[in-house]
DNA sequence: TAGAGCATGTAATAGGTTACATGATTAG
DNA sequence: CTAATCATGTAACCTATTACATGCTCTA
């Protein structure tokens, strides 16, 4: 299995209450639809996948005045599975790291400190990487118009990759005094 | 066919000057690695469809005491194809929209300057509404730890947007610089 | 002679989108 | 009665990745 994002993300919204597929849609996109999205050809057939796993049980509601639904809920073993994810250090992906903190709330909140400082120090090596680029290659040094247009990808890079690091120590810093205020 | 954005990456690579498949995708780490990647797989069923289309020639080279390559180079429809796809309006992504900034030389600079001024639009769109969920959801209004983790990624949402506007005020005023220095 | 780098290419598969099909119920 | 919303699902398709196969040339 590759990345499988969506099965996660499914998996996860399953963690936080049950819900049909229908539901699913909807929680993602007012939740975290401003940087992930699915669509129904990824959610029903990931549910069924999820039950044939064993990771996910269904029963069908009828209730008075509304379409039937099948309402999802995850199981023990779709927990465990859920935090191996959670724990997987590949986090290159800004949403993988989004994803994986949203979903944080099953952590301890030491593994997502741990997690957000991780990405911490990759972004850090990025924006050196960046400065040390920019250093002999800026609008002082620029000669072609297609070096102004390289340039501006590379200000994109430190200019988010600067906006990365901020975002981590913040939210480091409220994890910490959730942490103590346990 | 839909957003097909590798097909137009080599497009645009070729754009910058002649090349092989190899070069390409060393052109490509090099130059935008940081944010794009091809794979083999994609480079060479794409410049074979390209020439198919004549939207590239290519010629095969045997100097001395390497192995032979085709090197690669676009055409006038090519080019026309490439000018299309800088300037249709779906910007949503930061990956287009900074493709088609490195891209940009090849048209006039006014041109990139609207695509960014429309793009930092969306972004301030984007900011207002995180903003506005902000307003009422934020440290001081939390009450459950699943809400802190929303509230992250609410959070991301802001930052990034925040850094994204700034950028496009910097490329800006160094276009507009580059427009009137022309 | 072994390994690194140059160089081209393909087959299998995964992951995801789009567009459609179907149908119940509610509000205007 | 009609549109909107609730609700489930599938088939065709596209894009891209992975992993492999092939072979040349230079350097240590």
């Keep these: ?3 499988n994002t969506s099965y996660y993300v499914i998996l996860g919204i399953l963690s936080l209450g049950e819900c049909s597929g229908y539901d699913i849609k909807k929680k ?3 939740a975290i639809g401003y940087f992930y999205k699915v669509s129904n050809g990824q959610i029903y057939p990931v ?3 999820l039950v044939s796993q064993k990771y996910a049980d269904f029963r069908v509601e009828k209730s008075e005045g509304k379409p039937y639904r099948k309402v999802y809920s995850i ?3 779709g927990f465990a599975v859920l935090k191996e994810w959670l724990d997987s250090r590949d986090n290159q992906h800004n949403n993988e790291l989004l994803l994986k903190l949203y979903f944080g709330s099953v952590q301890p909140i030491s593994k997502n400190i741990q997690m957000i400082d991780e990405y911490k120090k990759i972004k850090e090596k ?6 040390n680029i920019a250093a ?3 609008p002082g040094t620029i000669n072609t118009p297609q070096e102004y247009y390289s340039y501006f990808t590379l200000r994109f890079g430190q ?7 901020d975002w981590c120590s913040e939210v480091e810093s409220i994890l910490q005094e959730m942490d103590k205020g346990k």
Tied chains: 1, 2.
């Design 1 to 3: 299995m590759k990345e």
């Design 28 to 30: 993602i996109g007012n």
């Design 47 to 49: 549910l069924k996948k």
């Design 75 to 77: 199981t023990d073993q």
């Design 126 to 131: 990025h924006l050196e990487a960046y400065d």
């Design 136 to 138: 002999y290659f800026n």
């Design 159 to 165: 200019v988010t990759a600067k906006a990365y690091i």
